[in-house]
């Protein structure tokens, strides 16, 4: 792995205090393949408690492997991942995982929906509405808490599918392209919603996405890779300050330097 934050650019400067600087995501050596075709080699990195890292690759690279082999969905053959510690065996309740496709079930309501892991996992009752009230309140969704996803904009079923990921209050998020299959300003809205929420909350969050742009709006640091086979080529500390919002931190020439840059790294850019 090429750890760097480049030559070019600053490093972050503020850095995480004592309490966050345990690693809650980590994998070392970590490769998989499907039959003869090696789809992840040699995979190595760390994401700290309540700490933002994207990984950027191109279509193909193995980044959603990658996440669904943190997540627990899937096996590996050789090195290791673990959360907060212990090796990824199976699917765990710390960790909450939204996908690009959102998986409510049309025959409940929205709030059915947030509240079907609760349900599941038998929370009390008043915690469980407590919880879905809350997590209705921070999505913007309270007013369509009876409504089904078919009543739903593409961008509101998303925000559904965050809740339901966020209800059980886990510690890990895993994001795989949450907003991939978003028009360009329904995407940019939910960025802004996304980054909101994990300013208030603090998450340990692991995005997979395909833009420049998302990567470095969101991330403390963002992972670049190379696919066949997918491997991580560059590490990028974002020196952005935050609290961000998309006005003046998209505007900052630094915001550019970053994005062309990346651009370079994976190819797209001269």
């Known amino acids: ?31 998989k393949s499907f039959g003869a075709f090696k789809a992840l080699e040699d995979i190595n990195f760390t994401i700290k408690n309540q700490e933002f890292v994207s990984v950027l690759g191109p279509s193909g690279c193995g980044k959603s492997t990658l996440l669904r082999i943190m997540a627990g969905l ?24 939204v996908f690009q496709t959102n998986n409510m079930l049309p025959w409940l309501t929205v709030r059915g929906n947030v509240e079907l892991g609760a349900r599941i996992r038998n929370m009390p009752a008043a915690a469980r509405d407590t919880a879905v009230d809350k997590i209705l309140e921070v999505l913007s969704l309270t007013k369509f808490a ?25 510690p890990v998020l895993l994001m795989d392209e949450p907003f991939g299959a978003l028009d360009a300003l329904t995407r940019d809205k939910l960025n802004v919603e996304l980054l909101r929420i994990w300013q208030e909350h603090r998450k340990t969050v692991m995005l997979i996405t395909h833009s420049i742009a998302e990567a470095v709006f969101l991330s403390d640091r963002v992972l670049v890779m190379a696919d066949r086979p997918g491997k991580i080529i560059d590490e990028v500390l974002i020196d952005l300050p935050r609290p961000r919002n998309a006005a003046t931190t998209r505007a900052m020439p630094k915001f550019g330097e ?13």
């Open 1 to 31: 792995m090429v750890s760097t934050a480049t030559s070019e650019l600053p490093n972050a400067g503020e850095g995480l205090d004592a309490v966050s600087a345990a690693n809650h995501i980590e994998a070392s050596g970590l490769s």
């Open 74 to 97: 899937i096996p590996y053959e050789t090195g290791t991942a673990s959360i907060k510690g212990e090796k990824v065996l199976s699917p765990r309740p710390d960790i909450g995982v």
């Open 146 to 170: 009876d409504a089904h996803p078919h009543q739903l904009s593409g961008g509101m079923r998303q925000r559904a599918s965050i809740g339901q990921a966020l209800v059980l209050d886990p």
């Open 258 to 270: 970053y994005v062309t840059y990346l651009g370079r790294v994976m190819g797209v850019a001269n």
